[in-house]
């Protein structure tokens, strides 16, 4: 049996046995204090590769982004060496060579602005990642005080100290049930609120068309069609209404149907749940 299990068991024992009888608790405590003392080292050993981590990544999108920028650079650069040419030495074409040395002049400050650039917004990272370092490390810190803080060690393992515990934690045990319950009830209220929402929504979608022909009707009506002569389109008028009416009340029936469908099927998986 694991630790964990062998605890347990012991807890069940202790409940019942004689007070004395705590020797081999004792000594299974003792092997959780050893294990527990290690505890700290190999979280703070994932929690710096962690962030070792996030700053390589950074480092290298910063480098990635520099070294994109930095081809329009070298290209101009490459394309100044091929403009130079032995005749620029020449006094007629002295107009040339300083406007290739003014370009080349502005590529070079451009990049060093460039590079500044990266290296500002590098030292700015390298301090955001240092700032959470430090805000992270002082939460993880205050988490693993607590944790230690309420767990059980040899010294608590008297009659007094240990019973005070059971009954403290046989309270909190308690409250258990009620919380996942409230939580797996409130769950359940979204998921059918949720699925309500969208057959009305789907509803009211579909009942637009039916609203629409309702206007075009009700526009649709003349004083002259009470005429004898005009009776026709009065019958016929009276007709599609009457179809519209009909086709309505399908539809509403049928997402009634749908509504109660998924209550049913919502209450069936509350039930297994």
């Known amino acids: 049996a694991t630790l964990s299990e062998r605890l347990l068991i012991d807890y069940d024992n202790l409940l019942t046995i004689d007070d004395c009888n705590t020797g081999k608790f004792r000594r299974h405590l003792q092997q959780l204090e050893k294990i527990m003392s290690e505890v ?47 005749t620029m030495g020449h006094p007629q074409h002295v107009n ?54 309420n767990l059980l060690t040899i010294d608590d393992c008297n009659t007094g100290k240990f019973r005070r515990h059971l009954q403290q934690l046989e309270k909190i045990m308690s409250e258990v049930p009620f919380l996942v319950m409230d939580e797996f009830l409130a769950q359940k209220k979204t998921i059918m609120e949720q699925t309500r929402s969208q057959i009305e929504t789907d509803l009211k979608e579909k009942m637009k068309k039916f609203t629409e022909a309702q206007s075009h009707h009700k526009e649709s009506l003349r004083p002259t069609m ?48």
Do not use: W
């Open 96 to 149: 040339h060579l300083i406007s290739l040395c003014e370009k080349e002049t502005k590529r070079q400050q451009e990049c060093a602005e460039l590079i500044d650039t990266y290296n500002t917004r590098l030292v700015d990272e390298i301090k955001k990642v240092a700032s959470g370092f430090t805000e992270d490390l002082a939460t993880l810190s205050e988490r693993l005080l607590i944790d230690y803080d």
């Open 40 to 86: 700290p080292f190999l979280v703070m050993d994932e929690f710096l590769a962690q962030k070792k981590t996030i700053m390589e990544q950074t480092r290298s999108q910063i480098e990635t982004d520099l070294k994109e920028k930095m081809k329009k650079f070298t290209e101009a650069q490459s394309h100044h060496k091929e403009s130079l040419r032995p």
């Open 226 to 273: 009470g005429h004898p002569q005009h009776v026709n389109h009065l019958i016929s008028l009276c007709e599609k209404e009457t179809k519209r009416q009909q086709e309505c009340a399908e539809l509403i029936d049928t997402y009634n149907t749908r509504l109660v469908d998924e209550i049913k099927k919502v209450a069936s998986g509350f039930t297994e749940d």
